[in-house]
């Protein structure tokens, strides 16, 4: 069966109703003309791009650095930059918020544009994007909206919303979390990932690992568990390390591989597992990662945005790019590797607007895991391109691991960190 | 006929493989494939097929891919899937498994992992009782599966054939219970390098394995290389007294491996 794009259009306008999560195009046309334009006519080409979070800020000042008449608008509904990678450390008390959280406002002083909106919806016919408080036109357009948590894939959890504490909802979840986290005195956590890609792989085995230390450390009653479709840790290079250290705390952390969550509930504080029922007082179900639905609307694939891994190019609009968590590409889904691939994406896009430069590269990526507040592991890959004996790009990858948690990766880990958010956001 | 088909894919493997065409899943490759496991025979598929598998498009890991196979209706002593296979095309062995069902499966629900060498479909076919067959495909992305050297664990050996088998809460008569068949064992491919030694480690999997319940076969299956390490496998049986679930599981060398009987607890009533 094919279905041609009206077709899908009405059946993602339907999805959408369902999960209530975004209006459809139909209504949206219906209402168009009362919506302003957001701001006037560039003198030069306009990039709009989706999303302001880690990463993409590097695509836009590559771009404004290199084809310096094109105007960059980055929308996004956060009032401030909050940095992803520190999250974890954020939530356990071992770095305050306001070192990790950033204005937007020093974007404006090197020449991008900042608005804080919701986008609706993306129009491709007439490159348009349709924002909660006016509409922006693009010559081009770069998606980095991140992922979207897919709670409603959990049974039970739509009945509770309030029951899951989730370390990759970003902004005020993340606080209440820190704040549960700070007042735990004991209890029973459960935390479980979902089968599919998501997000920072190593995250959630760092979040458990972190709680396990922490419980110890304070000397708290409480215990850990774990529930992981997966045979093993991931990413695969890494699963000794994790395993060792989770071995470590078998005393107050339990991992359950090869278990699923099968439902939040019936009964309160209660969940259901393949492993049996598990009671807990905080939970953290990591629910499966979607792209948003405005932009499986427009058709631009689903579950994530389909691009070619070389160029960060839309498959299905010439003129639209992705990059980062919602992008479809082969490489991780995390912070270092969306930064490098940011800047390639920014080379590509300022090449097509005219700028002369070689050819950009291929992304790598370096990731610090945590296994308890003062050490971390490594783990660095490199990608590259090949063609095939049938002219198709393939992409290679290899790397190098260190399972041995070592305090110096930590501070690595944070040095990398600042040195971004510096190139980021210094003035 | 398992044998005659693992073998010539081995060959098969050899050659390169014809580019599978993503929209329609139309390969040189598949037609020989499906010829090879069932000659001119007719495959029903399509979106209201009988079965649906679930895959994810690309998964995070190449070597422990996450597949079910759902089906649309339960299985009766009239109409039952009697054999479920798992094809993946551009496998060097395209066939990780072949499950032999029963009317008492109660639902011929399978869940495994399994590794992808290269891109490409990935197809549950499931043939009923009468002879009948159904076909759901999916495109995955993911590259290397066969490959990934295996991660250095001392205890892997040690372990080795260590199995859990387990249900989910008390056993209810008369309905499908679920079941899940964990087995340690590397279920090297043959084709991953030892990072210290330096050479290729010898394929050593897991070929065959029977799950009885009391005296009742429940679940019977010939699996290949494609198959994940540590292999797991979820699967529903019907019970109709109280009795013991064990597992039965042989490998390519010969070594036969069985969980210890696990008594299963009766519910003592039917939740609603």
């Not at chain 1, 695969?236 to 952390?253: C, H, R, S, T, Y």
């Not at chain 2, 290269?118 to 590259?143: C, D, Q, W, Y």
């Not at chain 2, 990934?148 to 664990?153: D, F, H, L, N």
């Not at chain 2, 042989?250 to 607890?265: M, N, Q």
Request: hydrophobic share 40%.
């Amino acid at each position: 069966m094919s279905l041609n794009r009206r077709d899908f259009l009405k059946l993602a306008g339907v999805g959408a109703a369902l999960v209530g999560a975004s209006p459809t195009r139909a209504a949206l046309a219906s209402v168009q003309h009362s919506i302003p334009e957001l701001m006037g006519k560039p003198k030069g080409k306009r990039l709009v791009i989706l999303g302001a979070s880690f990463g993409v800020i590097n695509t836009a000042l590559t771009v404004k650095r290199l084809v310096p008449d094109t105007q960059v608008v980055l929308l996004d509904k956060a009032p401030f930059f909050i940095s992803c990678p520190a999250t974890l450390e954020y939530l356990f008390g071992m770095v305050s918020l306001d070192t990790i959280t950033r204005g937007y406002t020093s974007l404006h002083e090197r020449g991008l544009e900042f608005v804080r909106t919701t986008i609706l919806a993306l129009d491709r016919d007439k490159k348009m994007v349709v924002c909660a408080d006016g509409t922006v036109d693009y010559d081009y357009l770069l998606v980095a909206t991140g992922v979207r948590m897919a709670y409603e894939d959990v049974p039970g959890l739509t009945e509770r919303p309030r029951a899951n504490l989730c370390l990759y909802d970003k902004g005020s979840p993340l606080i209440d979390l820190h704040h549960r986290i700070a007042a735990f005195q004991g209890g029973d956590v459960v935390v479980s990932i979902p089968n599919g890609p998501y997000k920072c792989p190593p995250g959630p085995y760092e979040y458990v690992l972190l709680w396990a230390d922490y419980i110890k450390k304070k000397r708290l009653k409480g215990k850990v568990t774990m529930v992981d479709p997966r045979p093993k840790p991931i990413p695969p290079a890494l699963a000794p390390g994790f395993l060792k250290a989770m071995e470590a705390n078998k005393d107050v952390l339990t991992y359950h591989p090869h278990t699923r969550l099968l439902r939040v509930g019936p009964e309160d504080r209660m969940v259901e597992t393949e492993a049996g029922k598990l009671r807990y007082d905080i939970l953290s179900v990591i629910p499966p990662n979607k792209t948003m639905p405005f932009l499986v609307e427009a058709g631009l694939g689903d579950p994530f945005t389909e691009v070619n891994p070389q160029t960060f190019r839309s498959t299905k609009d010439e003129r639209i790019y992705a990059l980062g968590d919602n992008a479809d590409t082969p490489f991780t889904k995390s912070a270092f590797c969306a930064t490098t691939s940011a800047k390639i994406a920014g080379q590509h896009i300022a090449k097509v607007l005219g700028a002369k430069i070689g050819e950009p590269g291929a992304p790598s990526n370096i990731c610090w895991p945590l296994v308890s507040m003062d050490s971390a592991m490594m783990i660095s890959v490199t990608w590259s391109y090949e063609k095939d004996k049938e002219g198709n790009i393939q992409v290679k990858s290899e790397g190098t691991t260190d399972n041995e948690a070592k305090p110096s990766y930590l501070h690595a880990r944070r040095g990398w960190e600042m040195g971004l958010l510096q190139e980021m956001f210094s003035s | 006929m398992l044998a005659l088909i693992l073998g010539l894919n081995m060959l098969g493997g050899l050659t390169p493989s014809s580019r599978a065409d993503e929209s329609e899943f139309r390969s040189a490759r598949w037609i020989e494939l499906k010829k090879g496991l069932f000659g001119d025979r007719a495959i029903q598929e399509g979106p209201g097929g009988l079965i649906q598998l679930e895959v994810p498009l690309r998964p995070d890991n190449a070597a422990t891919v996450p597949i079910a196979v759902k089906p649309a209706v339960s299985q009766s002593p009239d109409r039952y899937v009697k054999n479920l296979f798992i094809v993946i095309e551009n496998n060097p062995v395209p066939l990780a498994g072949a499950f032999h069902l029963t009317p008492d499966s109660g639902l011929a629900e399978l869940g495994t992992n399994i590794r992808v060498q290269t891109h490409g479909p990935v197809r549950a076919i499931a043939e009923m009782n009468n002879g009948e067959l159904f076909m759901s495909s999916k495109f995955v992305k993911a590259s290397g599966g066969c490959a990934i050297p295996p991660p250095v664990t001392a205890t892997a050996s040690a372990n080795l054939g260590q199995m859990l088998i387990r249900t989910q809460g008390a056993t209810i008569l008369n309905q499908p219970n679920w079941v899940q068949l964990i087995i340690t064992h590397p279920n090297h491919t043959g084709m991953q390098y030892d990072l210290f030694k330096g050479f290729l480690i010898l394929a050593h999997f897991i070929e065959k394995i029977t799950v009885s319940y009391g005296d009742n076969t429940i679940l019977t299956a010939e699996t290949g290389i494609s198959i994940s390490e540590d292999p797991n496998f979820r699967f529903y049986f019907i019970p109709r007294a109280a009795s013991v679930l064990r597992a039965e599981v042989t490998d390519s060398k010969g070594l036969t491996f069985s969980t210890s009987e696990v008594t299963t607890k009766l519910a003592t009533e039917v939740p609603r």
